[in-house]
């Protein structure tokens, strides 16, 4: 091996280091997408929980803002 095979070698790792890196950075942004939907997900399933109790303790839940009369009735 010589001088011109090291600089070959060192050059392809050099692509092969920047293409893994790029597909790091593009897979980080994919599971942070997941993260934000699995969050918005789980926060509207607890606020259907919360809603669900809410109507069976009650039989009536105000939806809305306070100028709001819209109602739900089991």
Do not use: C, H
């Not at 997408?33 to 997900?41: L, P, T």
């Not at 939806?63 to 739900?72: C, E, I, Y």
């Amino acid at each position: 091996m010589n001088i011109e095979d090291v600089k070959k070698l060192a050059l392809e790792w050099q692509e092969e280091l920047n293409k893994e890196k790029q597909r790091k950075l593009q897979a980080d942004a994919v599971s942070q997408d997941a993260s934000m939907k699995i969050n918005m997900y789980d926060g509207g399933l607890q606020f259907a929980d919360m809603l669900a109790k809410k109507i069976e303790q009650t039989g009536v839940v105000q939806l809305g803002t306070k100028a709001s009369n819209r109602k739900t009735k089991p």
